[in-house]
């Protein structure tokens, strides 16, 4: 019986070396009635969350020997698309939804060779909203709070990140040049801090450019009372939207990845109507559901640029040879994982800013307890004499 199953389990991994069909879907605005344009972006976003879907598998293969059933996983690294087909379209509104079939070929590893399929933690902090008093139309002036919100229950539906609220931080003085900071090498200090104090790896902080009216009339000195009439009787008309998304490493507080997105959407509310962000009847309007593919796109943005991230922890304890970190089963740790141990270093450029540098200890802990926020590992001596200590860093490639 024994060798049957183990049989089965050689079959299991000889099928994971070879392509498999994946089903996966994706989203685009329409502009100017040009559904090919449509149709190719929204393939496009399907075909990244196909790989991402392949990179999330995990296979479990139990064996039953000597009165125990023993376990063990085979993952799926990145893989490449082909042999891509349209299985569904469907258009509601100017949203136009594509389901595809994609062939997806595993490379096993990233090209800088992590294959963990830990789920990594964000913070998600607040929104800066550039010009306030574009939020009076609609009354959405909860938006530099809502927004984040809305993109963690986004990225934590995806399943391949762990992200957290923290809404209440904001982190740029000034909107205007953001992210640029004092450091030389464009990180913020503060981001470092703020990554510790969440413990979590990754932070996520945005900036709302503009969420005014697209056709909003430049002031007219020779008839001023016209544009204020014009404007007063305005029921509806396009709306902007404009978001710069800013990836930081936790740990170091570096800018790992930036991006813009700009959409319009249709603002049909009478001016005088107060939805409010995220309401119902915000989401219901045309801009309100052009806002929510948009952060769709940034969670998926975000996972597809930390899937090849190494997996990162904080040492917050150490008990003779046991070890403490801030990860758990929450984050896919499983017991008898092995971690290598990083040693954090502060150094100093040429104009005596810090920076944030990990050397390897070249020491490994290996799990025997697993709890959802944390586990415990064990190290072959005492922490003491191979000088482990709190705020050391575990790294799984």
């Known amino acids: 019986m024994l060798k049957k199953i183990i049989a089965t389990s050689f079959l299991l ?15 685009a605005i329409i502009y100017n009635e040009d559904l090919a344009d449509a ?17 999330a598998r995990v296979i479990s293969e139990d064996t039953f020997a000597n009165g125990e059933v023993e376990s063990a996983s085979s993952v799926r690294g990145t893989g490449i698309t082909q042999s891509t ?23 096993h590893i990233c090209s800088n060779g992590a294959t963990n399929l830990y789920r990594k933690s964000v913070g998600i902090t607040s929104f800066a909203l550039q010009t306030p008093q574009q939020a009076n139309l609609g009354s959405i002036h909860n938006v530099p709070r809502l927004m984040p919100r809305d993109l963690v229950n986004e990225i934590n539906k995806q399943g391949f990140l762990h992200a957290l609220a923290a809404t209440n931080i904001q982190i740029y003085p000034d909107l205007i040049n953001a992210p640029t900071s004092t450091n030389p090498d464009g990180s913020l200090t503060d981001v470092a801090r703020i990554g510790e104090d969440l413990g979590v790896q990754y932070v996520v902080t945005g900036v709302i450019r503009d969420i005014g009216p697209a056709n909003e009339l430049e002031p007219n000195k020779a008839n001023v009372f016209k544009n204020f009439k014009h404007e007063e009787n305005k029921t509806s008309g396009p709306r902007n939207l404009a978001i710069d998304l800013y990836l930081y490493d936790g740990f170091s507080g570096a800018l790992l ?70 990860a758990g089963s929450i984050a ?46 064990e190290l072959n001596i005492d922490a003491r004499i191979l000088n482990v200590q709190q705020q050391d860093i575990v790294i799984a490639w």
């Not at 149709?39 to 990179?55: D, F």
Request: with cysteine; proline share 3%.
């Open 85 to 107: 087909n349209i299985l569904k379209e469907e258009r509601k509104n100017d949203i136009l939804t594509v389901v595809v079939a994609a062939e997806v070929t595993p490379e």
């Open 39 to 55: 149709r190719y972006r929204a393939t496009e976003q399907a075909l990244k969350q196909a790989v991402l879907q392949a990179n």
């Open 257 to 326: 990845f930036e991006k813009s997105y700009f959409e319009t959407g249709e603002w049909n509310l009478d001016k005088s109507i107060r939805t409010g962000y995220g309401s119902p009847r915000f989401k219901n309007t045309n801009f309100g559901k052009i806002a929510q593919q948009v952060l769709w796109q940034a969670a998926l943005d975000t996972s597809s640029r930390l899937r090849c991230q190494p997996f990162m922890a904080n040492i917050f304890r150490t008990e003779g040879n046991r070890v403490h970190i801030n």
């Open 332 to 377: 896919g740790v499983k017991l008898n994982d092995t971690f290598g141990i990083y040693r954090r270093y502060e150094v100093f450029n040429q104009l005596q800013n810090p920076l944030t540098q990990l050397n390897n200890a070249n020491i490994n802990i290996t799990i025997k307890q697993v709890q959802p926020n944390f586990s415990i590992g």
């Open 13 to 27: 991994c000889s099928q994971l070396a070879s392509s498999q069909m994946i089903e996966a879907t994706g989203q």
